[in-house]
């Protein structure tokens, strides 16, 4: 009897500690949760917008505009990305002419949109943001990755208003292939472990004990007066939020862009460079430790292909670089924007 006692005495107190200790854990958590909100407010406190926030749709979106001169330069970021990454090109290019960065609904220093976040979305909202903030038209427009898609997008319902486009390592054709489709999953997956990660507030105690090793590459590439703002944006859990909204409608984005831009050259003459990466991510490859194989013969062809959707397209591969060409080669990029600035003044 005095055994089983003693028994189940252990039991309890087993029970009670591992009780104690849930409730630790909860706590911690709750801290946690509550020190990234805290945190989050004063950064936007202690680091305002450069340009201004304009209300559409109900909700308020970041422009900056800077420079003087026509055609006005509109740049829209890759997927997971914002206006900071562009900053160094904007300001290399404002004595040329007027150039403006923005952040999609939910990234940067803009608040959550309505969904879905799908492509059509974007453009009304760019185009909304464009006109309320008095930025007008002829736009030349730059597009990173899923920012191709938007401004060819744009391009297409808006070509009165387009005089220019400058592609940078965009998808081509817009299908889902298998290995798309994988990619997109795997992207996915990532930015919900980041969403999480910053929800809770974990990110925000581990990431410094990473020292510059556990900063994303993208940081890495920037010029060191940018790597503090870029990286306290990319605390906020809408970042990841909103990639992952915009990858899942990724399918709707790609039929509503094709259903617009039919036959071999739905740009007419359009002044177009598309800029192409010479090199891809290798298997194994992360956001924090990039590697890279060359790009396939195969996908070259396809993007002198999109160059071609233009009578006057021009492809240009960037045989060192990743497909974060905007950081990689940088000054490529500018010189493509003030080639097709000349050619549209003449």
């Not at 989050?40 to 340009?51: D, S, V």
């Not at 930015?191 to 990660?197: A, D, S």
């Not at 430790?289 to 292909?305: C, F, G, K, N, R």
Request: hydrophobic residues 40%.
């Amino acid at each position: 009897m005095n055994t089983k006692k003693r028994s189940l005495g252990c039991f309890g107190s087993l029970f009670r500690a591992a009780g104690i200790f849930a409730l630790l854990i909860i706590l911690l958590l709750a801290g946690l949760a509550i020190n990234q909100k805290i945190a989050l407010a004063r950064t936007r406190e202690q680091t305002p917008a450069p340009g201004k926030l304009v209300e559409v749709a109900g909700h308020h979106m970041h422009i900056h505009c800077a420079g003087s001169g026509s055609p006005t330069v509109v740049i829209d970021a890759g997927n997971g990305s914002f206006s900071v990454e562009w900053t160094p090109i904007q300001k290399a290019l404002q004595p040329t002419t007027r150039v403006c960065t923005y952040d999609r609904s939910g990234y940067g220093w803009s608040e959550p949109g309505p969904q879905p976040r799908g492509g059509a979305q974007v453009v009304s909202e760019l185009h909304d943001l464009l006109q309320a903030a008095g930025e007008q038209g002829p736009y030349l427009l730059v597009g990173h990755s899923l920012g191709g898609i938007h401004v060819r997008l744009f391009a297409a319902r808006f070509p009165q208003e387009t005089a220019g486009m400058i592609l940078i390592d965009t998808a081509y054709p817009l299908t889902i292939t298998p290995e798309f489709e994988q990619q997109m999953q795997t992207s996915i997956g990532f930015y919900q472990v980041m969403n999480m990660m910053t929800s809770s507030g974990i990110l925000r105690i581990l990431g410094p004990l990473g020292g510059e090793s556990g900063m994303p590459s993208t940081a890495r590439k920037l010029p060191p007066e940018f790597q503090g703002t870029y990286l306290n944006l990319l605390l906020d859990p809408n970042q990841y939020a909103t990639a992952v909204f915009e990858m899942q409608q990724l399918p709707q984005t790609f039929q509503e862009t094709s259903q617009l831009l039919a036959g071999s050259q739905p740009f007419g003459d359009l002044s177009l460079i598309v800029l192409t990466a010479g090199q891809a991510s290798a298997p194994g490859s992360t956001p924090f430790d990039e590697t890279y194989v060359p790009v396939s013969e195969e996908q070259l062809s396809l993007q002198a292909e999109l160059a071609a959707q233009s009578s006057r397209g021009e492809q240009r591969v960037l045989a060192k670089s990743g497909h974060s060409i905007h950081l990689d080669a940088p000054e490529e990029v500018i010189q493509a924007i003030e080639d097709l600035i000349y050619l549209i003044r003449q």
